[in-house]
């Protein structure tokens, strides 16, 4: 049955490449110290696979090692960057701007902050899922801490212009935070390039392992402070908490050192695959969702007129695709990301995304 089955959802999840898990495997079994312990031999042996993976890690993203914090996945790493500015700089203000497109994680945690006092302004999108600049500008406050704007969406695939985002932002003193979870591996996340203040990534995106993942906190010009959401044990600088996954770690350090090697070649396999999937499709009717010259190489979301998503996906089990965020799937409700484009909700429960991957 496995091998008659096609998966065409790596925006969901992709699987861990097996360069990735023989770089674990030692960790479970041989090196099995807590990073944390730091009087013999095992112990060692595992803070240093973690300060080597930090390293690699923060390469990766163009940061340097100590700006780097590891996390269970992006989820959390979400929480840690919105929840600790909201108390860090509360003194300042408490409004946060997000877009109407983003992820349920940052989402859900804005609507947690605004049941708290905290103000936020959610912007529309265009249709084809690109915000408009200047309704940007005029959302900022003087009391605006924080802005937060997806390098790539997760549905569609759109591409933000996160460093043109970051000059309005810091034009106006805020600080940005990106979350670049489904960018990862797919095309650059320089946190130079793209100017962004906090930056997350998690490895199961970029076939790494699942419950790893990473928050990028700038130390300089500015130095960006937040309030740990995590307490016990002072851990990764007193941000988080926890005893680290070693495996994990040393799995997503190697997940982006593949990354980066394999980025450009990948990246032109798949997008004439992508090519070739959308062509077919729209032969049959569909129509694409999201701009398609500012997005990722491997994401489809398309509109079959007429049908119902579900009822296609049940017609051919053997092929997995989505109808949305896996983390969103459980939901009764259309894709909140198509429906914020002006899809109309019969369009939204008929859209499909297809997302490619490296195997």
């Known amino acids: 049955m496995k091998d008659s089955l096609v998966y065409l959802d790596n925006n969901s999840t992709t699987p861990v490449d097996p360069k990735v898990l023989d770089a674990m495997l030692p960790y479970f079994t041989q090196h099995y110290g807590n990073a944390a312990s730091r009087s013999h031999a095992f112990g ?24 780097i914090i590891f996390t269970s996945g992006s989820t959390e790493a979400i929480n840690l960057a919105i929840k600790g500015v909201a108390e860090a700089y509360h003194a300042k203000g408490k409004h946060i701007v997000t877009i109407a497109t983003e992820h349920k994680a940052v989402l859900d945690t804005c609507k947690h902050l605004e049941s708290l006092g905290h103000e936020i302004t959610v912007l529309p999108v265009l249709e084809d899922g690109m915000i408009d600049l200047n309704v940007l500008e005029k959302a900022i406050r003087n009391d605006t801490i924080l802005v937060c704007a997806m390098l790539a969406n997760n549905e569609t695939g759109v591409i933000l212009p996160i460093d043109q985002i970051a000059e309005i932002v810091h034009a106006k003193n805020s600080l940005l935070f990106c979350d670049a979870t489904q960018a990862g591996g797919k095309i650059r996340t320089d946190v130079y390039d793209l100017k962004a203040d906090l930056l997350c990534l998690s490895a ?97 979301n398309l509109t079959f007129h007429g049908k119902k ?51």
């Open 309 to 359: 998503a579900d009822e296609i996906m049940k017609a051919i089990p053997s092929v997995a695709m989505a109808t949305g965020s896996a983390c969103s799937s459980a939901l009764p409700e259309p894709s909140h990301v198509l429906t914020a484009m002006g899809l109309k909700e019969k369009d939204a429960y008929a859209s499909i995304r297809f997302s490619l991957g490296r195997f």
């Open 204 to 300: 199961h995106k970029m076939y790494g392992p699942k419950g790893v993942g990473m928050l990028y906190v700038r130390r300089k010009n500015p130095r960006v402070t937040l309030i740990a959401q995590i307490d016990g044990g002072g851990h990764e600088r007193n941000l988080r908490s926890g005893t680290l996954n070693v495996p994990g770690i040393v799995g997503f350090a190697k997940a982006c050192e593949l990354a980066g090697e394999e980025l450009m070649e990948m990246n032109g396999t798949i997008s004439i695959l992508r090519t070739r999937l959308e062509q077919a499709m729209c032969d049959l009717g569909a129509s694409i969702n999201g701009n398609i010259k500012h997005r990722l190489p491997n994401t489809s």
């Open 44 to 67: 060692w042996i595992a803070d240093e696979a973690v300060k080597r993976s930090r390293a690699m890690i923060a390469k990766f993203i163009g940061a340097e090692d100590n700006e």
